[in-house]
């Protein structure tokens, strides 16, 4: 009797032992999930010769709040100089969420100074949408794949447009051409560009044995892909026969039916 009551006993003690490393283990994973809040400015930089110029201040960024503008070069950001643009990321990435930088810029070789709060950085492609949608396209240049034809801004005029940014090795973007090209046969008074920032061999072997009846063409240089910030693929833009940005969506399948879903609506608009 007592031998079994050992027993029970040792048996308790291990099931307890186990639900208290579960529950440390539980705990420990969920410290690792959490993320620490990433301050931002709300700028699109590049590296400048004498600093890091701003290549865009996005809208109700702490940036644009603060009065930072389009072409502005940032030379110091609390006295350090910024002498390339990962620096100034990896910079205004050390600093904390509500806390005030310090920035030194030139703008029509004037100097200038601003202090600005830092704010928590938001879901990316809500940013995308904040700065793009409602703004016109601009002038840009893409090449037909046998290079004979350059798409520009002016064959956008009285169209309705999708631009399509994909490439050869992005699987969901080859498993969105098939619904793109059927969309693109039935609905010829739509113009549907697909895009692509890749050498045009490999676009080509990627073509051989396809017949997309959308256009493929190439964005040489990358601007175009600069412009409406794709960092992710497949991205799908509608832009109006004013030129004007529409509907930004990412991703295949339901994204991008709702993309072609809101391109009939507006071809039916007057």
Known sequence: MIFQNFKMYRIIAIIRSFIFLLVLLTLSLG???????????????????NGVRVREAI???????????????????????MKESEQMIKYIRSKGVGNEVKVEFERDTKKKKLAIVLEAKPDEFDVVKKQLLGKEVVDFKLTSLDGKKSYTKKDLENKITIFEFWATWCMPCRASHTRLSEFAEQNPSIQVLAIS??????????????????????????DVSKFFMVSAIPTTALIDKNGKIKFLSLGGGIYLEETLKNALSLSKEK
């Open 31 to 49: 410290a690792e999930s959490v993320e620490e809040v990433k301050p931002w400015l709300g700028v699109a930089i590049e590296t400048a010769p």
């Open 197 to 222: 920032t890749e050498s045009k061999d490999l676009i080509q072997n990627y073509l051989k044995e396809k017949n997309h009846k959308f256009t493929t063409v190439q964005d040489e240089k990358g």
């Open 59 to 81: 809208v109700g960024t702490p940036a644009e709040k603060a009065g930072l503008k389009k072409g502005d070069v940032i030379t110091k950001i609390d006295s350090i100089q």
